[in-house]
């Protein structure tokens, strides 16, 4: 079992940023694919980025709608995942989810996750 815990939610005024924390513990392993999620009203979930945490693990995938703003990354010592959000707008506003599983030998578009965190809510203002 693994256990995702997020933080680093809350307000800020576009063009702010935030770090978003996700701390996993229990059967975690280098080999995962880790990711966050985002959840609107009325809208689906929307994969914002994702990662592979073992060698070898080739680039990290980001939705458009965040390329060149949003930065993934994970601390395989501190099994934390990061994502490091600038020129936020509007529109980023939504409840964040942290997700993973594994072992994999990469991730894809197709990886299903089958633990979450229980999601951090990022609120940008205009």
């Known amino acids: 079992q693994v256990r995702l815990v997020e933080s680093g939610g809350g307000s800020v005024q576009a063009g702010g940023s935030q770090r978003l924390s996700c701390a996993a513990s229990?059967?975690?392993?280098?080999?995962?694919?880790m990711g966050w999620f985002r959840e609107t009203p009325g809208k689906a979930r929307e994969e914002v980025a994702t990662?592979?945490?073992?060698?070898?693990?080739?680039?990290?995938y980001y939705a458009d709608s965040v390329k060149g703003r949003f930065t993934i990354s994970h601390d395989n010592a501190e099994k934390t995942l990061y994502l490091h959000m600038n020129s936020l707008k509007p529109e980023d506003t939504a409840m964040y989810y942290c997700?993973?599983?594994?072992?994999?030998?990469?991730?894809?578009?197709?990886?299903?996750?089958?633990?979450w965190g229980q999601g951090t809510q990022v609120t940008v203002s205009s």
């Open positions: 229990g059967a975690t392993d280098d080999d995962f694919c």
């Open positions: 990662i592979y945490t073992g060698a070898g693990s080739g680039t990290p």
């Open positions: 997700a993973a599983d594994g072992p994999y030998d990469y991730c894809s578009k197709t990886t299903e996750y089958n633990y």
